[in-house]
């Protein structure tokens, strides 16, 4: 079964603070792995990762990848109280000769304290 | 317009109603998704729509029907539900169908409580 981890499960940081989010996963037929940011409702796309050692970088964030290792990270510099939100980690299963399909990780809650 | 859209924002219904929740979407995308989410948990999927196909049902109980009337809009029609149905159900779409690995953008949801 795929298993997608990602720690820590929460953070509290103050402002101008930088965080890296880990993501490791276990996925048969691996194509990709995506980044999401939650607030209240709908999670809002980061990143797609494909490649191992290519940074992906938007503003303040950035995240890479390791194929070799299975794992992602992304990296928040000089934190702001809007960054706090729910940061989702996601793979998406090629599925062989079936359909694919995105398995997330359970989440990491980050806070930004002022 | 690169949204998708969501009806309604909040919904309660009782074990004998029957409803349906809806998803619209103008990016010219051929696969839709319906997820679920729990409190504190990330999304699960329930199915995958592609070229308007049914192509993934994730074991879901029938009391949970999707639909999928043209390219830009899907359905889940709702009836019989349970208390424990009672979360926060997102619709997605992507661009190409899910045997490509194309980000998935996703919708506000629909927040329902089932009494």
């Known amino acids: 079964e795929d298993k997608v981890v990602q720690s820590p499960l929460s953070l509290v940081v103050h402002e101008g603070d930088t965080v890296t989010l880990n993501c490791s996963y276990e996925v048969t037929n691996f194509r990709s792995l995506l980044w999401y940011k939650q607030e209240k409702k709908a999670p809002t796309f980061l990143f797609m990762l494909?490649?191992?050692?290519i940074e992906k970088k938007s503003g303040r964030l950035s995240s890479i990848l390791d194929k070799k290792e299975l794992f992602s990270i992304l990296n928040i510099t000089a934190t702001q109280t809007g960054d706090s939100a729910v940061y989702l980690c996601a793979v998406f299963n090629a599925g062989g000769t079936s359909y694919g399909k995105l398995t997330f990780g359970q989440g990491t809650i980050l806070t930004v304290h002022p | 317009d690169t949204e998708v859209t969501q009806t309604p924002k909040h919904l309660v219904m009782g074990m004998t109603n029957k409803k349906s929740l809806k998803c619209e979407q103008h990016?010219?995308?051929?696969?839709m998704y319906w997820y679920k989410q729990k409190a504190k948990k990330p999304p699960e999927l329930m199915f995958v729509y592609s070229y308007e196909k049914l192509s993934i049902n994730e074991s879901v109980p029938s009391r949970f029907s999707p639909e999928c009337p043209n390219s830009s809009l899907l359905n889940l029609h709702l009836h019989a539900l349970q208390p424990e149905d009672s979360a926060l159900y997102l619709c997605?779409?992507?661009?190409?169908?899910?045997?490509?690995?194309?980000?998935?953008?996703f919708g506000p949801g629909t927040r329902l409580t089932v009494l």
């Open positions: 494909t490649s191992s050692g």
């Open positions: 997605a779409s992507s661009q190409e169908g899910p045997r490509l690995h194309n980000e998935q953008f």
């Open positions: 990016m010219g995308h051929r696969a």
